[in-house]
């Protein structure tokens, strides 16, 4: 699994038809839509997820329900945005990931300041899904970008810089979130990030008016669609990709929703300060994105899987045993770092699965991180609920491990 390998489809079948060879010809495009672009994108995206975190007990306090049961609002986002991959990726293939994402994400500005309008956790549900479905083509079309436009020997740290954004998003995310929830009120953190979102969309609109954008109109369209995916997970490796990302979705995040009300409810912590610790999982990210090509030359692929499996296990764990707040900090620092040194490998060996069609590979990647972090959010909840929070990072930590070991042992 974890050497460097592409998997071949049938050019002469109807799935793609397309004359590949002139793409190849240009492998670096000659302009591109800078990273910076793509990452306030995926900035947004990810502060959106995020900032539901410090609010879930505030917000199940206001609706009269449990943190358990609240915790609908996570699955209701990540589930669809883990569905809606499979259209985005062919999507983006045939009309271009570009235009893709700048639509995208002007439907995703409009649904996130809805949110600061409803008046019940049905309505929220329903919003927080239509958002989740819109905001799934954002990232997985951004990496299919990505390894369009930079050589696989540059990729890891193109996309280690592109995480930059992603991990600012999960930092700010959760303390924008506190912040919101302790003095201005969930409702406000909506309304804001409705209005840079469509900013940001502009910008989008603009920046693409100057550069290219691959795509191909001989793509797949209709049933034809899906047939790329099956014929991705027919293949052993992309198959081991694919289950990894689900079950480290299912565990990192399914665990990770309810650190905020686990802090809240054992320590009695303002939600400011439950804000700025959950953002200690995005530093170690950043801390990842600034050392990424240091980590890749001195550990390796394979190494960066397994150090980073142990670093969650160990952070999850640890945060069950220790009862002093205080050593939360670096626990969600170790997190945030070790999620990504997996992360990003996996991330980065998915955009070579498929290359005369990343956007359909990388799509179906997001696909089950998200669906795993749905389903995750789900399981999770119903053990908090019935046995407390301890056991939820137990399993967690527990499961991580074992997925660390699975993917230490494929060759």
Avoid at 223 to 246: G, W
Wanted: proline share 3%.
């Amino acid at each position: 699994m974890l050497g460097h390998g592409k998997l071949n489809f049938d050019p002469g079948s109807s799935v793609f038809d397309v004359s590949w060879h002139q793409a190849k010809d240009n492998s670096v495009a000659k302009t591109r839509v800078s990273l910076g672009v793509l990452g306030v994108a995926a900035f947004m995206v990810v502060a959106d997820a995020r900032v539901i975190d410090p609010l879930l007990h505030i917000i199940a306090d206001e609706f009269k329900t449990g943190v358990g049961r609240a915790a609908v609002i996570v699955s209701a986002y990540t589930i669809p945005y883990g569905l809606f991959q499979l259209v985005y990726g062919p999507l983006g293939d045939r009309i271009g990931k570009l235009k893709v994402m700048t639509i995208a994400m002007a439907a995703f500005a409009v649904g996130t300041a809805v949110c600061a309008l409803v008046s019940d956790i049905a309505l929220l549900t329903l919003l927080r899904f239509l958002t989740g479905m819109v905001a799934a083509a954002i990232i997985p079309l951004s990496l299919a970008y990505i390894g369009d436009n930079f050589p696989y020997e540059e990729r890891q740290a193109a996309i280690g810089k592109y995480l930059s954004a992603l991990v600012l998003g999960q930092i700010l995310g959760g303390s924008l979130g506190g912040i919101f929830g302790e003095y201005v009120g969930w409702r406000g953190i909506f309304v804001v990030f409705g209005i840079l979102s469509l900013g940001i969309a502009f910008g989008m609109w603009r920046a693409i008016r100057q550069v290219p954008d691959r795509h191909s109109s001989q793509s797949p369209v209709g049933l034809a669609t899906f047939r790329p995916y099956y014929q991705l997970i027919t293949q052993p490796a992309a198959r081991t990709i694919f289950v990894a990302v689900f079950i480290e979705g299912f565990s990192v995040f399914g665990g990770y929703a309810y650190v905020g009300a686990f802090l809240r409810d054992r320590y009695s912590l303002s939600y400011v300060a439950i804000g700025f610790m959950l953002s200690g999982f995005g530093v170690g990210g950043l801390i990842y994105s600034r050392s990424v090509k240091w980590l890749i030359n001195k550990f390796g692929e394979r190494g960066l899987i397994g150090i980073g499996g142990w670093f969650m296990c160990a952070g999850y764990l640890l945060i069950a045993v220790f009862q002093n707040w205080m050593v939360f900090i670096p626990l969600s620092m170790i997190l945030g770092l070790g999620f990504y040194m997996m992360h990003s490998t996996l991330q980065t060996r998915a955009t070579e699965l498929a290359p005369e069609a990343r956007g359909t590979a990388v799509a179906l990647f997001a696909f089950n991180l998200f669906i795993g972090q749905g389903l995750g959010a789900a399981v999770f909840g119903r053990i908090v609920d019935s046995s407390g929070y301890i056991p939820c990072f137990v399993v967690a930590g527990v499961a991580i491990a074992l997925l660390s070991v699975w993917l230490m042992n494929c060759q």
